[in-house]
């Protein structure tokens, strides 16, 4: 047999080309979606939370009842229309063990393949203990859901139950021993464990029971597992009491990356002479990134505020908004009197209140400690703009950002290309800087640009800071907008 010859050399001996894909961008935090915490047991404590698009999926999952699908109702009504919502469960009271099937098709759902079943059997475990379910006969059923009441005719310390789509089984006990372990084959009968899609291979991750949760414990567990795919938080449950307000208020405060809205119905909210109120107690604490709204009509009346700020994008031009003037759809208007509203606004307490010229708009958009919500929401965007844009900056890079002059200045492009992105958008605008100055800034200066970014020099950076490879402390002077919520006008006439 002849010797087969190739097309030649590699080209690769001589010109080698070897290419170097950088790593996808980091992703900042989610500042477009809210947070609704409730009771309902549709979402398990082992799934925790769920995000939809529009209310019709909030509906298909929690009816057209519930306290998150009042709540929702009312972010959606929104003008834009905010894109996502985020629901999540807290344990408001100890939750069971539960074991979720898998889903089951159009064909694996044909009764044909149930009504043949007549000693079927499976081994569960339940509260730590196997428990046999034997003796099935499910010959007389005309649906799953008769399938699941001759399965819960044996099975003992639980509940069998048909959701649409798969079987779930439920722990009768609740706390943190209450369990539901995979389906197994039994020693006997006709082994029906893979036929309700309960095995180890077709079900879900068994959900361990939990106790109950008070709203700042739950608050915590979604700030650790979720903390970048929401901003807004609210309860869509009315049985958070001021204290557990307060308390959830204060875990927000020391995060510092998300927005805590609290309603209140409280008449005494409207009462001057009263500093026992809700409003009253966030006020005290000078609390900047919680806020309150009264409403007598609503107790969800915060999450329609949520819907409305959670709605702007940072990278569009002139998209920042203040949430004073604007509008609350769903929301009864208060009719109130001029001492009221003073009483309000005192307190900076929120609320959507008619005018005598036939309109209503919300007053005033303000957070506890006088700072308006819009400026706390913009700040949060800011600095993970800067964050994150930073740190990409190094995550990408093939080689290195070097320890010097001019790998600072590579990070100062960075941070003046997020303040430009700030002025962009209309939270930053040229002004008279009035603190006191750095750099090449002094107090009463003018920022032309809307922002100063200040890089000292590498030679004056501490021996110790550069063998740690730190990079120089880089400032940044940065002037709000603001935003016009009130007029004065003063006509002189003359005859």
Request: with cysteine; hydrophobic share 40%.
């Amino acid at each position: 047999m002849g010797i087969t010859m190739s097309n030649g050399l590699p080209v690769s001996r001589l010109i080698n080309v070897t290419i170097n894909m950088s790593p996808l961008a980091a992703q900042g935090a989610n500042l477009n979606t809210a947070l609704l915490l409730g009771a309902s047991t549709v979402i398990d404590a082992g799934e925790r939370m769920r995000t939809y698009g529009a209310i019709a999926d909030v509906a298909a999952d929690f009816g057209t009842t519930a306290p998150e699908y009042r709540a929702a109702a009312l972010y959606f009504q929104q003008t834009p229309q905010p894109s996502t919502l985020c629901i999540g469960r807290w344990a408001k009271t100890a939750a069971s063990g539960v074991l979720r099937g898998g889903a089951l098709s159009s064909t694996q759902q044909a009764m044909t393949n149930w009504t043949s079943v007549t000693s079927g059997a499976f081994k569960v475990n339940v509260d730590g203990t196997a428990k046999t379910v034997s003796g099935l006969d499910f010959s007389a059923q005309t649906n799953l859901n008769g399938v699941a009441t001759v399965i819960n005719g044996s099975l003992t310390g639980a509940t069998c139950a048909w959701n649409g789509s798969k079987f779930v089984i439920t722990s009768n006990s609740t706390g943190a021993t209450s369990a539901v372990g995979y389906a197994e084959a039994p020693a006997s009968g006709v082994d029906i464990s893979a036929q309700l899609g309960l095995t180890s291979t077709l079900a879900g991750v068994p959900v361990q029971g939990i106790a109950a949760e008070s709203p700042t414990d739950a608050v915590a567990i979604f700030l650790d597992r979720f903390a970048n795919q929401f901003l807004g938080l609210a309860f869509a449950d009315t049985g958070v009491t001021d204290d557990q307000h307060v308390a959830v208020a204060a875990l927000i405060e020391a995060d510092q990356k998300h927005l805590y809205a609290a309603t209140t119905q409280n008449p005494q909210t409207l009462d001057t002479t009263v500093s026992s109120d809700l409003a009253s107690r966030f006020k005290a604490a000078k609390f900047k990134y919680s806020f309150t709204q009264y409403s007598s009509a609503t107790p969800y009346a915060g999450v329609s505020l949520f819907g409305r700020l959670l709605t702007v994008d940072f990278n569009a031009n002139n998209t920042t908004i203040t949430l004073m003037w604007k509008q609350e759809p769903g929301i009864v208007a208060e009719t109130l009197s001029t001492t009221q509203a003073n009483a309000l606004q005192a307190k900076n307490c929120n609320v959507f209140v008619n005018y005598s010229n036939d309109t209503a708009i919300v007053q005033t958009g303000v957070t506890p400690s006088g700072i308006f919500i819009d400026s706390i929401y913009n700040s949060i965007w800011f600095q993970s703009r800067i964050q994150t844009d930073v740190y990409n900056l190094l995550y990408q890079s093939p080689t290195k950002i070097p320890q010097t002059d001019a790998g600072n200045a590579l990070i100062a492009t960075v941070i003046e290309s997020a303040c430009a992105a700030a002025v962009n958008n209309g939270y930053l605008a040229p002004g008279v800087w009035n603190s006191g100055g750095f750099g090449a800034l002094k107090q009463g200066g003018a920022l032309s640009k809307g922002y100063y970014v200040y890089t000292p020099s590498i030679a004056m950076q501490a021996q110790s800071d550069r063998e740690a490879r730190k990079s120089v402390p880089f400032q940044i002077a940065a002037k709000e907008a603001g935003a016009i919520h009130s007029v004065d006008i003063l006509v002189n006439v003359n005859r």
